[in-house]
């Protein structure tokens, strides 16, 4: 607590914020005679529309500070010359924007004038590789997916559809939006979705950033919402894919049931002079089917008449009801029947600006409702089409920034953040009511029927020649998880001669509940065991453990009957309230050939986490089942140093080096450290094996990092970035094993700890070539070697439960692609360009390109996997490696994505109509392999004789082999979901439509 309450005084006292440079960065120019080339001092410089300007000092220079992200037309006016407005000038995070001034006499001519500035291809101020992408730059993309943009700049990769950046965990992506961060402490994973319409702009930022920023060992994303315009402005913008019905198919292409309908609104708020705007925007997406992936669909019927019977028509039968499903098993081409997702999304910037102060409120809200299809394996869906369980997901992120501008060269912030998430997984009839999931009666009344209710065939699935399918009387499951955090910062930045100065800090405390409710266990433990039940509603803690080990009810944050315990609650099971915290120093030189950024950060990380005077002894009450709490050792607070340090070297206005150095840490993900009561028993207790077991106290994840680049523009036009990267990553999570003598308590159990290790580098190219004769392109490419200890923080595991050695020595790790590029060019006739027909239609083709992901070759058993997996190794207990770790690589992947449109003016109106192809020639990319054969279309197991053949003839012989092929093969690869995530083939051709109107 003392540690907490100095906490809290230092990030009071010490002025700054990490977040002050999130969404602002400056402006400096020059302005000279453009005749005499003599400097005007004195001359005045104005954002139009703001409230922001400066003056020039008698060198006839200028300088602005804290200026929003953003596009702005700058003029400069001095008395006896013409007035020189600058339009589409861009400012971007953290960056210098240089814009210089030539002002013409009045003598000479007379009247303003006006210009549209260029974007710079060269940043000169930039010590490490920055890629910035505004709304502008990637609206022509043939994607409305953020991430989809992201993942297509350098030292991005992609597996599975989960970002990695330059050989770092997914985890270690730091996600920010308005400066406030948006990755989920608990899992690593960005848990904010965007509106494409309503970003300024996008960074990603591969390394090397500065002390401003913690918490992503990775790279960081870095996200910036539109501001009010001057003038009111309105879009319109709806695209479809649904010309067809499911499973039928139109331009040789299915329709996955996509709509989209995105609207945005800004201006002035009235009555306000303009210095109050607003900016606005929704989205409505529904997708009636979400699971976009090449499937072949079966038709199988029940049929007993031997000469009617075929590869399609045999008995199906039930083992576990002795039933015969009737109806038959059916599914369509390329749709997931029941795996519809709705989502509503809302962003909104509201600044007021006055001459010395702005006042900044910012606000992103989202909500999703799924149709909960069996995620990975929606076959086992087919007969409970009629008994739809949902997903329910809301996020609401709010800021509050007031900046004072103390001088023209010195200015404060005061930042305040709430973030909320939520989540519920339900079934429908029912709703919060999870008590009556496992009530037969309460069924029955809603049309439910169960088999055999009082005995072990409740809630089982109906299995069918070893293929198991959901009963279509059973519930869904029951779960929640809430968590929120708020999190406050100071801030002053100060321009002291060439040193721009910042000091900051800031802290963040988050609230973290998960609750799983039991129907089937609790309701039947009350009716087998009434007198434990009734103990633990009263309170005692026997039968509350009893109860909670038993049925699995519960988590942290809640009881175990779903309530919400207080934040002050004294046991294992309450709230976590992690709460973390930075204070750093940085100092921005910047010099005409000579840029240094040097900091160093303080980070503060309170994991609300414990750990065992002696794990083989632990704190830990069996006959109450749970953790003894007075005994456990709560780790508390801990500070650790981060150095940073950037050089850039402007040799030239066209041609800058940089070299960057820094120390990066970052707390393990807090679902590797919490754990509800019942799992600590569960291990103790031994005879279980826990696949994913917790860590204690474990420490945070260290990279050192060094980066070299090289930007150099080599035509008016055109230029190339290149950058080399080498990272050392210590401390990774990774499992372990705690063994106990006869005399101990334990007999052995799993922990996770810090111990892997990695080593990654790669070169990272980036060519760009500003619109010129109507083509415009980006060509970016990525060599990259990822090589570590685990790929993941469970790598390990299979050795660690069979007591064998695990790697010690690098390897590939599973998300490593030694190659990635992306090639995207545009060509677009403007206004008045082409005549009538060719007049503002342009088109935009994206080329992308990767390596495969590394694999071992293996064989093995089933062991003890359900027998309709069969070829899918999932036990990693019974795997035998033919190969070292990662030798085999999956094929090469590429695809081509066009997007055609054409604007028409109707007066104010501007009417843009296009239509876009993803994967335009339905390229079957291999997105993974089976382990066994090293390829996606078979799995290996009908040849592998010595265990298939009698799985085979134990579970109906020529029928099981129709089931499997038709499941598990054709493509379609159920049972490999069920094991990995991920599909074994990339996503087919998608076509859409639509149209935006601008007002």
Not at 389 to 404: Q, V
Request: net charge negative; charged share 20%; hydrophobic share 35%.
């Amino acid at each position: 607590m003392k540690q907490k309450i100095l906490l809290v005084l230092i990030c009071s006292l010490v002025i700054p914020a990490l977040l002050f440079a999130a969404d602002t960065g400056k402006l400096s120019g020059k302005v000279v005679d453009k005749e005499t080339g003599d400097v005007l001092p004195g001359t005045n410089i104005l954002l139009v529309g703001t409230s922001m300007g400066a003056m020039t000092d008698v060198n006839g220079n200028f300088l602005i500070l804290n200026v929003p992200v953003g596009t702005y037309d700058i003029r400069a006016s001095f008395v006896g010359y013409r007035t020189m407005t600058v339009e589409n000038v861009r400012v971007s995070s953290g960056l210098t924007t240089a814009q210089n001034f030539e002002l013409t006499s009045q003598a000479l001519q007379a009247g303003d004038i006006t210009i549209v500035a260029e974007r710079p291809l060269v940043n000169p101020n930039a010590t490490n590789a920055v890629r910035i992408q505004g709304f502008e730059d990637f609206k022509n993309i043939p994607t409305r997916n953020v991430n989809t943009i992201v993942s297509l700049q350098p030292g991005v990769v992609t597996r599975d559809g989960t970002l990695y950046i330059r050989g770092g965990r997914a985890e270690e992506v730091g996600y920010f939006l308005e400066g406030a961060s948006t990755r989920d402490v608990v899992g690593g994973t960005n848990l904010v979705t965007l509106i494409p319409d309503a970003l300024e702009e996008f960074q990603v930022q591969a390394g090397g950033y500065t002390a401003e920023f913690g918490g992503a060992n990775a790279g960081i994303v870095r996200s910036t919402l539109r501001s009010g315009t001057p003038d009111y402005q309105a879009t319109i913008q709806f695209e479809s894919d649904d010309f067809s019905s499911p499973g039928k198919k139109f331009l040789d292409t299915y329709s996955y049931g996509y709509n989209d309908l995105t609207l945005t609104a800004s201006g002035p708020v009235p009555m306000t002079n303009k210095k109050l705007k607003f900016f606005t925007a929704g989205q409505y997406t529904n997708r009636g089917n979400s699971i976009v992936r090449y499937w072949k669909g079966f038709n199988f019927n029940h049929e007993t008449d031997p000469e009617k019977m075929d590869a399609t028509n045999f008995p199906l039968l039930t083992t576990s009801f002795g039933d015969t499903i009737k109806q038959g098993l059916h599914m369509t081409d390329n749709w997931i029947e029941n795996s519809g997702v709705v989502d509503y999304r809302g962003a909104g910037t509201l600044v007021y600006d006055a001459s010395s102060f702005r006042l900044r409120f910012a606000a992103n809200l989202s909500y999703q409702k799924a149709e909960n299809n069996g995620g990975g394996n929606p076959v086992s869906e087919i007969l409970r089409l009629d008994r739809t369980g949902h997903n329910e997901r809301s996020t609401g992120l709010f800021t509050l920034k007031g900046t004072y501008l103390i001088s023209p060269k010195t200015f404060a912030e005061v930042t305040f953040d709430y973030f909320d998430y939520r989540w519920k997984s339900y079934d429908d009839t029912f709703g919060d009511n999870w008590w009556a999931y496992g009530d037969s009666i309460s069924n029955a009344a809603n049309g439910f029927t169960y088999k055999n209710w009082a005995k072990a065939e409740v809630g089982n699935d109906i299995d069918i020649y070893s293929f198991n399918f959901i009963d279509p009387n059973q519930p869904w499951g029951y779960g929640k998880q809430k968590r929120h955090y708020l999190s406050g910062s100071v801030a002053m930045t100060t321009q002291w001669k060439k040193h721009e100065i910042r000091m900051g800090g800031d802290i963040q405390r988050w609230t973290v509940r998960t609750f799983g409710g039991a129907g089937f266990g609790m309701f039947r433990y009350y009716t087998t065991y009434p007198d434990i039940f009734i103990g633990a509603k009263q309170g005692d803690m026997e039968d509350y453990g009893e109860l909670a080990n038993a049925t699995q009810a519960g988590g942290y944050g809640f009881d175990i009957w779903g309530n919400e315990l207080s934040d002050n609650y004294h046991g294992l099971d309450g709230p976590k309230t992690p709460m973390y915290g930075s204070i750093y120093l940085q100092d921005k030189f910047e010099a005409k050939q000579l840029v240094i950024n040097a900091g160093v950060r303080l980070d503060y990380m309170d994991n609300d986490d414990f750990y065992f005077d002696d794990p083989r002894n632990p704190a830990w009450n069996k006959d109450e089942h749970s953790l003894i709490v007075d005994q456990l050792n709560f780790r508390g607070g801990k500070w650790y140093v981060s150095p940073r340090l950037g050089f850039a070297f402007p040799a030239t206005d066209r041609t800058v080096f940089h070299v960057q150095f820094g120390k990066f840490v970052q707390a393990p993900n807090l679902n590797q450290m919490y754990r509800q009561n019942y799992n600590y028993d569960k291990m103790f207790t031994g005879g279980f094996a826990f696949m994913n077991p917790p860590g204690y106290a474990l420490d945070p994840q260290i990279t050192t990092q060094y980066e070299i680049g090289f930007n150099q523009q080599f035509a008016d036009n055109a230029s190339f970035d290149v950058t080399a990267f080498y990272k050392d990553i210590q401390d990774w999570v990774t499992t372990g094993r705690i063994i106990g003598a006869q005399t101990d308590a334990i007999s052995y159990y799993n922990i996770l700890q810090n111990g892997a290790f990695a080593t990654t580098k790669g070169i990272e190219f980036s060519l760009t070539l500003r619109r010129t004769n109507r083509v415009a392109a980006q060509v970016n490419y990525t060599y990259s070697s990822a090589l570590g200890t685990a790929s993941a923080n469970t790598s390990t595991i299979a050795g660690t439960e069979q007591g064998t050695e695990v790697p010690t020595i690098i390897n590939p790790l599973d998300f490593n692609r030694p190659h990635v590029g992306a090639i995207n060019v545009d060509y677009r006739w403007g206004k008045d360009d082409g005549g009538k027909i060719l007049e503002q239609l342009g088109a935009n083709l994206l080329f992308t390109f990767q390596s495969g992901h590394p694999y071992t070759l293996r064989t093995g058993s089933i062991g003890q996997s359900d027998q309709s997996i069969g070829g899918v190794l999932g036990d990693a207990r019974n795997r035998y490696p033919l190969e070292a770790v990662n030798t085999s690589y999956t094929p090469w992947n590429w695809n081509i994505d066009l997007r055609i449109d054409k604007t028409v003016d109707f007066g104010p109106l501007a009417a843009n109509f296009y239509v876009y192809v993803q994967n335009l020639t339905d390229r079957r990319n291999v997105a993974n392999v089976y382990e066994r054969t090293g390829n996606a279309w078979d799995d290996g197991w009908r040849a592998y004789e010595r265990e298939s053949a009698g799985v085979a003839e134990a579970n109906g012989g020529d029928y099981y082999w129709a089931l499997y092929d038709a499941i598990n093969l054709s493509g379609n690869g159920s049972n490999y979901n069920r094991v990995h995530p991920g599909w074994l083939f990339g996503t087919p051709r998608q076509i859409r439509a639509g149209v935006r109107l601008e007002f």
